[in-house]
């Protein structure tokens, strides 16, 4: 019978069709158990579902499915990283662009690109042939680590499976594996593993927003006696007062009468006066996503205090005090000192332990963005520099840094789970009540995202795989290819290290060989020469050089880094990788003369 006769065809009573008592007995019409067979009711659109490049990656079938598409990808993963010969592939930004624009989009009449089953494997190639490889020794620009392959084959698996941790109806194991997850990592923290809480994050710049969310909410929410979460921030200009108003101080309520109910409006006709001014002291060298958290709480990037550093880019405490300080004498409030351990250009660490005594002083939420730092946890050589870290009220870490993880593999961790409460969160078809009583756990209250991938299964893998002691190998591995580096540099006549690396990069500088009579020590010339041979080194395809700037005003700030997150990169390696920015600086040099 065809699917149309079917459509036309009168209903059949169930007694008639002979499956009557089929539901009184628990079974469905078509049960496995009734008598005969039900018709397999194929809809037009699914003519076409045994099309190989239609199948689906999981059930049964899948991994069949999978097979030859994960070998396509094999292949030409190899095939790309031989035409790339190298860290990146020669040739101009506008020249790559042209090249993935033919392959997509096509070119000529047609106008079509690559399509059809060969797409997979040609545009994978063309991706391995375009990207930076950061397993390759001369890929040393950023904290972007070359992921171990036992995490990639555990994020195929994720991929395969689909997960998503926003109700445990999506992903029962992986629910259960992602909670034990964060139990073992705050322990490693040092946190009490049974009173803090967490959540799998895309990375640093999510966490750093939670972590600052969280401390608005509970600082200024103390301070005003409502929940920030609901009814938001209050006073002109988000904080800043006439001349003709005195700033409260701290935790001072001038509304009128009572403060409202949680959650409720004031009454009709209440003019409540300005709140203090949240403020938020993180260092000079802090991530940036720290501002861009302030402006998406509502604060104003400008609510972010700046607080000096020393030559090693650590925070100067003795600043820090006075700055809070100066916050209570004007009436602000200080709602979170953010301290860092493992600034991105430097690794340096700000004194932890010193930050959480003047933050607790002053009635701050102490956050620390250990992002990158945090990998020195698995080192026992290179723990002790985390000193403090426990005492912090959240933390983030990168496990895509210091943990060669695919990206994304970001955690975020609080001390305490009941500070976690401005961010629950019932959805009636993702965790009803009902369900969590029956005993059915959610996530959904620990994330600032809905849909979410089961990105600790990776690290889970890894752990098991490797163990805390195998992954401490290689982050001592990486931290002495560093020290390695900056021997070199320290001992190269065209070369000036900034300062010695704490955990696996450091900062440095090609000096101009011909700075003499006629050019003087011309700071600006060096910035343009720095800049310049490491996008002659990009241009080339010989190196991923890293390029940042030393806080400060004016020329002479300009500088090279290397980040060394390949734990198989050789000494000799990164010496030749040295070279090659000195040869790249003479020709620089050699450029600028003949202009």
Known sequence: MTTESRQTQPRVPAQASGQEGEWAAGHPPGHASSRQAPAQHVLPAQRDAHDPAAALSGGVAGPDALAPLVSTVLDALVKGAKTRGGPVAPGSPEEAAAAVAEAFHGSGATGRGITGPAALDRLTELLAHGSADPADASCAAHLHCPPLAVAVAADLAVSALNPSQDSWDQAPAATVLETLLLQELAGLV??????????????????????LMLARDRVLGAASGRQIELTGLRGPAVGEYPAAVEPPAAGEHLGTGEPPAAGEHPAKGARPGPEPRPRILASAVAHFSVQRAAALLGLGENAVLPVPVDHQLRMDTNALAAMLDGCAERGELPIAVVATAGTTDTGSIDPLRACAALAAEHGAWLHVDAAYGGGALLSDRLAPLLDGLELADSVSLDWHKLGWQPAAAGIFLVAESETYASLARRAVYLNPADDEEAGYPSLLGLSLRTTRRADAFKIAVTLRTL??????????????????GARTVRSHPCLELHADPVLTAFVFRYRPTDADEKHGDDEQRSDDINAGLRRRLLREGRAVVGRTELPGEGPGRVRLKLTLLNPHTTVDEVERLLFEVVAAGRAEEE?????
């Open 190 to 211: 040092g946190y009490d593993r049974d009173r803090a809480a967490g959540v799998l994050t895309s990375g640093g710049t999510e966490s750093n927003l939670m972590g």
């Open 467 to 484: 163990g805390r002691e195998g992954l401490g190998r290689l982050v001592d591995a990486c931290h002495e290819l560093a020290l390695a």
């Open 591 to 595: 450029a600028a003369a003949a202009r």
